[in-house]
């Protein structure tokens, strides 16, 4: 591609040319911005959903339906003032010139918002669009404040004072319930805080942070320190760039003190909650470390992440065997298993670190089983592309955004365009992978690593020393066979091979999280709320942050950014039906636009 000289200039020209269709509710028009594959992620924009859609054709249909372009009344498209946004070249990972990219500003008839454009040369000379994202950054009607407590001495009362009285009025009648108190129940707490939207979390555990606590003593992040502060409160300069399991859960317990956050510590339902169509409220009775009480708050938040129960296989002949069966989730440390062999089921994360645990901890054999095949990348390398958005020195709130801006379905496309290239970087670490009969691939489409985490949450793990482990034999790999039945001492498997063994550890991973809430909140209620986590048919992640199709319950989940960023679109979604700017049950059943008559229309 030319070198490109003047990037104002180009982005300038393109946001002219996309503004005037905006503005005069041309769908066709804006399409024709775009290049033919080009992509618009849709955050709250043009409806009260996200959405991603690919080509011309589907981008147009989109923006035409409903009169969306005419309803959501978009002006003021400018250019980005803030130099972190303004118009530069894009670069290829090799630092190759590919592009131009550059953000811009823009107002709907309710919200305020930020678009990012990535933009390339088409054939015919001409700059369109390979993304546009476009977010909403908040309510015209409620922006979210800097600083919710900056003035609390002119009320007359001592600090200590006015958050007993905030709490108590939180405590009584909150207007959101959050289940689960870890990244994501707490960070979505802290920004309801901040939005004015009362919010109490409730959590089974004696401690915050116990959900780390109780896991095994060498787990530690696999993000790096710049990837995964909590909102609003940057990490100390000394942190370590892979933060151990103690150290995150005394962080979430400082956390949910520094942020003023209302938590019920020892707290779950008493029994099933129930959903008042006509008063639009739940009604919630929760053990409060042995204390009944009733709440009617108008939303649930569940925060209990995307996976429940252990998934445990029910071989026969277990009675039989003589050694110790358990679930990763009960590992905790080698010691018990000094001097054993052992076997683990399963080649996700969970699994190698487990092994890895072992075979340095000091029993006497450790063997991974496993059953079809794992994806597996350096831990360096997720932390190099990590850093291509989350850039030194720049506010984590810029990598957020500009991560977001750009389709997950996009970075589908571009992983399956360069299988060759992913395959390349890891040559290293492969070898001494394949030399121990690892089986590996890029998954199933061949999206890579990266989107395997959105669409199935395993299959693969990030490697942090375990390959070397596995090359020079003290872990051992058994490939292709799962195991079928115990015996006394040991397992028989569906090759008829035989492996002996003082432990059986099953990392066979978990029950979804929708089946531990129809037992919670019973089947009307769940069947009426979507998938959670993976991709729908925009591959875009299904249910998280977003309508989840009931009216009164939201699921928040996923990792660190996927808190501190998407918690932001669920305030503005509660805040807007607070405020009546759409009704809240037709969206949630697929009706998003509301013009200024007050009609509604319905998803297409």
Not at 497 to 502: R, T
Not at 563 to 586: H, N, P, T, W
Request: proline share 5%; charged share 25%; with cysteine.
């Amino acid at each position: 591609m030319p070198l490109v000289h003047d990037t104002d200039a180009v982005a300038e020209a393109w946001l002219s040319t996309f503004a005037r269709a905006v503005e005069g509710a041309d769908a066709q028009g804006v399409a024709g911005t775009f290049l033919a594959g080009g992509w618009l992620r849709d955050v709250l924009t043009f409806s009260w959903d996200t959405r991603s859609l690919r080509g011309r054709d589907a981008i147009a249909r989109y923006l035409a339906a409903d009169d969306r372009l005419s309803n959501t009344r978009l002006t003021n498209i400018v250019l980005e003032t803030d130099p972190l946004f303004a118009p530069q070249l894009s670069l290829s990972p090799s630092g190759e010139q590919v592009g131009v990219e550059a953000g811009f500003t823009y107002e709907t008839r309710h919200c305020v918002g930020r678009g990012y454009a990535h933009l390339r040369r088409d054939a015919d000379g001409a700059w369109r669009a390979v993304t546009v994202g476009m977010l909403v950054l908040d309510l015209k009607a409620h922006p979210e404040p800097q600083n919710v407590a900056a003035d609390w001495e002119a009320s007359g009362k001592t600090w200590a004072e006015l958050e007993r009285e905030r709490k108590a009025k939180v405590e009584t009648n909150p207007q959101v319930l959050i289940v689960g108190a870890g990244q994501c129940g707490l960070m979505t707490a802290a920004r309801f805080r901040q939005m004015d939207i009362p919010a109490l979390v409730i959590d089974k555990n004696e401690r915050v942070g116990d959900g780390w606590r109780k896991r095994y003593k060498s787990l530690s992040l696999h993000t790096p320190h710049f990837y995964s502060p909590m909102l609003y409160q940057p990490f100390p300069s000394h942190w370590p760039v892979y933060a151990p399991r103690d150290k995150v859960a005394d962080w979430f317990e400082t956390y949910a003190v520094n942020q003023h956050l209302s938590v019920w510590k020892k707290s779950t339902f008493a029994d099933r909650p129930r959903y008042d169509e006509a008063e639009g409220a739940w009604r919630v009775v929760v053990d409060h470390a042995g204390k009944l009480v009733e709440l009617r708050p108008k939303h649930i938040v569940l925060a209990t992440g995307t996976l429940g129960a252990p998934r445990m296989p029910d071989l026969p002949g277990r009675s039989n065997f003589q050694g110790v069966v358990m679930h990763a989730a009960d590992f905790i440390e080698p010691a018990p298993f000094v001097g054993k062999r052992v076997v683990a089921v399963g080649a996700g994360n969970s699994s190698i670190d487990v092994c890895q645990d072992l075979a340095t901890g000091g029993a006497a054999s450790v063997t991974m089983v496993q059953r079809s095949q794992t994806v597996v990348v350096s831990r360096s390398s997720v932390r190099e592309d990590l850093s291509r958005f989350w850039r030194p020195g720049e506010p984590v709130e810029v990598g957020d955004f500009k991560y977001s801006a750009l389709p997950l379905g996009y970075f589908k496309e571009v992983n399956q365009s360069m299988t060759d290239t992913l395959w390349a970087r890891e040559t290293v670490l492969h070898e001494k992978l394949r030399k121990g009969g690892l089986k590996l691939h890029q998954g199933p489409e061949n999206e890579g690593q990266f989107l395997m985490y959105f669409s199935r949450s395993g299959g693969y793990w990030l490697d942090k020393g375990g390959a070397d482990l596995i090359a020079d034999g003290r872990i051992k790999i058994k490939q292709g066979a799962s195991p079928v039945s115990f015996t006394s001492n040991g397992l028989i498997f569906s090759d008829g091979s035989e492996l002996a063994a003082d432990a059986v550890i099953f990392a066979t991973g978990y029950e979804l999280i929708r089946s531990v809430n129809k037992r919670t909140f019973g089947e009307d209620i769940i069947d009426r709320t979507s998938e959670v986590w993976g991709f729908d048919e925009e591959c875009e992640i299904q249910g998280c942050f977003r309508p989840t199709g009931h009216p009164g319950l939201w699921y928040a989940v996923g990792d660190f950014f996927n808190c501190r960023f998407m918690s932001k679109q669920l305030a503005i979604l509660i805040k807007a039906a607070e405020l009546g700017l759409y009704d809240v049950d037709k969206v949630q059943r697929g009706v998003f636009i509301k013009d200024p008559d007050g009609n509604t229309a319905s998803k297409k």
